[in-house]
């Protein structure tokens, strides 16, 4: 006798998010590698710009590991787009500022993000872009606001 495979009651969403999130960042990547950026570059600069942070605090922002931001400062640093300088509000830390030069790109790098994202959304009829990008965000901040912790582990028991 042959097994089955099961029925499907759901729609697959894991597929959904992670086939789109995946041709999103490759998109994103070709048109920011074309000014010379990478995405987590163009995150450090637009984050950093906002207010004074610390790397720690950049890369909570950026989802990215310590090893991940040293790199990326590195290179925005040997790119000449911002430096590591000691905070104005504590002598003790230090702070990635944005160069001159860093924060143009940083415009330009945003306005690449925006027209990537605009025409990924584009694929949508305009009534429904309101009704997706909400029922985004009540994910993001509900349901799937969190990771599960050690779901790798939990995975392999």
Same mark, same amino acid.
């Given at each position: 006798?042959t097994?089955?495979a099961?029925?499907r009651?759901?729609p697959?969403?894991?597929?959904f998010?992670d086939?789109?999130?995946h041709?999103?960042?490759?998109?994103?990547?070709?048109?920011?590698a074309?000014?010379?950026?990478?995405?987590r570059m163009?995150?450090?600069l +637009?984050?950093?710009l906002? !207010? @004074?942070?610390t790397?720690i605090q950049l =890369?909570?922002?950026? &989802?990215?590991?310590?090893t991940? *931001?040293v790199v990326?400062v590195?290179a925005?640093?040997?790119?000449?787009?911002?430096e590591?300088r000691?905070?104005s509000t504590?002598?003790?830390?230090r702070?990635?500022?944005?160069?001159p030069?860093?924060a143009?790109?940083a415009?330009r790098s945003?306005?690449? +993000?925006?027209r990537?994202? !605009? @025409?990924a959304l584009?694929?949508l009829p =305009?009534?429904?872009r &309101?009704?997706?990008?909400?029922? *985004?965000e009540?994910?993001?901040?509900?349901?799937?606001?969190q990771?599960?912790?050690n779901?790798?582990?939990?995975?392999?028991q």
């Amino acid at each position: 006798m042959t097994a089955m495979a099961p029925n499907r009651t759901a729609p697959d969403l894991s597929f959904f998010l992670d086939h789109t999130s995946h041709v999103l960042r490759t998109r994103m990547a070709a048109e920011l590698a074309e000014i010379g950026l990478t995405a987590r570059m163009h995150c450090v600069l +637009v984050h950093a710009l906002e !207010e @004074e942070r610390t790397q720690i605090q950049l =890369a909570e922002l950026g &989802d990215m590991d310590k090893t991940t *931001m040293v790199v990326t400062v590195d290179a925005l640093e040997k790119a000449g787009l911002a430096e590591r300088r000691p905070s104005s509000t504590d002598r003790r830390a230090r702070i990635v500022a944005v160069t001159p030069a860093g924060a143009k790109l940083a415009h330009r790098s945003q306005e690449i +993000v925006d027209r990537v994202h !605009e @025409e990924a959304l584009g694929a949508l009829p =305009a009534k429904d872009r &309101d009704v997706f990008l909400r029922a *985004m965000e009540r994910l993001v901040e509900g349901q799937l606001a969190q990771p599960v912790e050690n779901a790798a582990r939990r995975a392999r028991q």
